[in-house]
């Protein structure tokens, strides 16, 4: 924790991470926008004043992470019909979920934000009772899930009404109770902004569908190939250790095995997904050395949906599983510890401490030594201030580079920047038009469709329309 604290006002990723922070500055527009959980910062905005800025929407992801790990220690007591709550229970789902620090910006995000709220439908199903007070409750965080990620919302929804079956309550009232929440959150946004999810879905539905990389069968296949490296290193690893015996053997053969295979998954510099493969050896593990059908009926569902949650929560997203499944680890944590304390009690010292390793050296190498798209976070020494009263250090060649923008934009309350680059607006202290992020060619015209006349960034990963102006000034890179 104190990593993360320590790195919280260093350093800033302008590529995910200035999307993350445009989602959150109160006065951005969104128009026709997927991600729409900004509309609960526009309303805290509009209700309070108050604006979050990059030190508090990293700070804010901890605490997240501190309401997860709680969230997850009810649901193994539950689960295990513990008669109080675990701190090492509690630890442990802390430190599996910091290992998603190995990628992407420490900023809170969808990606968090999904898992967080998952957690906490975890720990509400694994409650016996089936009154009406559970699905309500259940509501108000799918409602949330909504403007999260759609996709695994929808998903979500119907996880509950499978497992949350009951005799005491008809699937029409469970399905109201489930839906009102959101209704409720709908109409309190167009009250207070004028705006909701729904009505931005209309127009963004159309609009990504426009985008090569958001095509249904082709965000399917992003699942899918995570789901065939994890049965490939599974399959091989569980025969591996069937028909070897002795362990040294099976060490001589795994371990090239899994060296192999990240040879030829390793598609970018990061290699996290390393720990994604060694994870899907565990499950082979588990399985071969603990007889499944011997747990009880309960655990053994409650196990296939953490096994099966890592992929459903991955569907929707156009980035491959096996380079964002570190966000989901968390769940395979908590489904190993639950079945090592069935079979192996003997075992969760040892495993317990080989999380706490892995938790400790990703933080470190994926906040600080690597951050994403950044620097290592020590050279950042300089202070900028982004807004009034925010500041945040970065290197002393980013301040120059951010002087010398902002002389160019000077007087302009809103500045333009395509592709990939909208956190160098939000550093500028500015916002965009329309969009809190402009990704590709396709999304850029079909936010402006009769072309684009004024100054503008442009970040050359990605081909201009013809009839666009020259930009004001060309990014070739922000370190």
Known sequence: MALVVIAAPLGFDVSDEGLYLMLAH????????ILNYDLFFKLLHELTGFHIGIVGLRIAR???????????SVFYKKIQCKEKLSFSVFLLAFLGLSTAYAFLPASLSYNHLSVVLVSAILAILSYSNQDWSKYFLMGIILGALVYVKISTALLMSIIVLLVGKSIHTKLATKFLLLTLPFLVFEILFYFFLGENASLRLLKGIELQSARPDYHFLLLFKYTLVGVFW???TFGLAFVTLHLVRKVYLQSLLLIPMVG????????????????????????????????FFALSLNQRKWLILLLTLPFLLHFGSNVYWLRIGIHYLIFWIIAWYIWIDQHSPSWKPSFTWGVSCTSLFLVFYGLWWHPFQQKALWESTETWEYLPGKTIL?????????????????????????????????????????TPGIWDESQLKAHFPNGFEGMYIYYPIDSLPDSWPAPTLILESFE
Do not use: C
Request: cysteine-free; overall charge positive; charged content about 15%.
């Open 26 to 33: 109160p006065q951005q527009e969104n128009q026709a926008g």
């Open 62 to 72: 901890l605490v997240a992470y501190f309401f997860a790990a709680f969230a997850l």
């Open 230 to 232: 994890f049965l490939l």
């Open 260 to 291: 192999g295979i990240f040879y030829l998954t390793m598609i970018t510099d990061e290699f996290n997904h390393l720990f994604l493969l060694i994870a899907a050896v565990a499950w082979a593990v588990l399985f071969k050395k603990h007889r």
């Open 394 to 434: 970065l290197s002393k060649s980013q301040v120059n580079q951010l002087h010398k923008t902002k002389e160019l934009f000077h007087g302009q309350e809103q500045v333009f920047a395509a592709y990939r680059i909208s956190g160098l607006p939000f550093l500028l202290g500015k916002t965009m038009p329309k």
